[in-house]
């Protein structure tokens, strides 16, 4: 099984809302990451947790506050965001095994976020 | 963190062989390149990765030149729905994946 489970598929919130982005897999694994992507546009990183502690976070503006409860599950929480936060939110997971340098990283088929 | 370079589209024949080259002129010695690829709205899908040696599997294969500062990802029979955007990824210790802008792989009947 490399499956990396993404909920919900679609969410629309209103700039006062508060919601969250949920991930879980049953891999094993000990890394996960939030990544964001714009139409046309590249992933982004945007946090790594590394066996459930925040290891990397790149600058993220702290109206997105990730949370890593277990192993198997990364939540991105979301409050006060602005239009241009709409994005396709992608979870990923890996091992980490030698540096995480030799370990592929499976990728969810993402949230895609629309901010009103 | 190392940066890679990647034509911005290609186009392939149905059945001929893709080959989709990346320059990571700037990779350390322990960092390994690997190839993802994202097809419209879909989460990225891996596909290879490798340090110095050439690399195959069922999906494609991975050439580095022995410079390592450069490589070539091979689809062999490129079928429609290997259309995508793929991308060459220099991985790091700290454990970033970071994406470059990518090559669109347009595959024509």
């Known amino acids: 099984d490399t499956e990396v489970t993404q909920t919900p598929k679609h969410l629309v919130m209103g700039m006062t809302n508060k919601k969250s982005l949920k991930c879980e897999q049953h891999m094993g694994h000990r890394a996960m990451y939030w990544y964001k992507q714009k139409a046309k546009k590249p992933p982004e990183l945007m946090f790594v947790?590394?066996?459930?502690?925040?290891?990397i976070n790149e600058s993220v503006p702290s109206r997105f506050s990730p949370e890593c409860p277990n192993s198997s599950l990364l939540n991105l929480h979301l409050h006060a965001l602005q239009p241009e936060d709409s994005a396709l939110y992608l979870c990923?997971?890996?091992?980490?095994?030698?540096?995480?340098?030799?370990?592929?990283?499976?990728f969810g088929q993402g949230t895609r976020l629309t901010v009103v | 963190d190392a940066k890679t370079t990647q034509p911005p589209s290609m186009d392939c024949a149905e059945g001929r062989a893709a080959n989709l080259p990346c320059n990571h002129s700037?990779?350390?010695?322990?960092?390994?390149v690997y190839w993802y690829r994202q097809i419209h709205s879909q989460g990225p899908q891996y596909i290879i990765h490798?340090?110095?040696n050439n690399e195959t599997n069922e999906m494609a294969s991975l050439i580095i030149t022995e410079d390592r500062k450069s490589s070539t990802l091979i689809l062999p029979h490129a079928t429609l729905r290997d259309t995508a955007v793929y991308y060459c990824i220099v991985r790091v210790k700290t454990g970033k994946l970071i994406f470059g802008q990518g090559t669109t792989l347009q595959v024509k009947p």
């Open positions: 490798g340090l110095k």
């Open positions: 700037t990779i350390s010695g322990n960092e390994y």
């Open positions: 947790y590394s066996y459930e502690k925040l290891s």
């Open positions: 990923a997971s890996s091992q980490v095994d030698m540096g995480f340098v030799n370990t592929e990283a499976f």
